[in-house]
């Protein structure tokens, strides 16, 4: 099992910034694809960027140029630096890891992030 704490979120003006974290601890295996997902009210779950364990990047086209996602893999932690923030981005956002090898995935609790206009 593995377990995905998220913290970061909260309230923000419209431009402003945040930075998520979602840190991974349980039986972690060493290649892996982390990434963040978001939900907002009444629509379905979208990808929004997912990193490898070797460091290879994937954004949505909604967030390019202004979300940043990274990994420190010492600590199993994953970071996605959101900048330039739109009352779009307002949902809940959640961490996901997928073990490739192994065909599962897990998710985390979620965190809310609220872009006031």
């Known amino acids: 099992q593995v377990q995905l704490v998220e913290s970061g979120g909260g309230l923000v003006q419209a431009g402003g910034s945040l930075r998520l974290s979602c840190a991974a601890s349980g039986s972690i295996f060493s290649i892996n694809v982390m990434g963040w997902y978001r939900q907002a009210p009444g629509k379905q779950r979208e990808l929004v960027a997912a990193?490898?364990?070797?460091?290879?990047?994937t954004y949505a086209d909604s967030v390019k140029g202004r979300f940043t996602i990274s990994r420190d893999n010492a600590k199993d932690t994953v970071y996605l630096q959101m900048s330039s923030l739109k009352p779009e981005d307002t949902a809940v956002y959640y961490c996901?890891?997928?073990?490739?090898?192994?065909?599962?995935?897990?998710w985390g609790k979620g965190t809310l992030v609220t872009v006031s206009s």
């Open positions: 990193i490898t364990s070797g460091g290879s990047p």
């Open positions: 996901n890891v997928v073990y490739p090898t192994y065909g599962v995935n897990y």
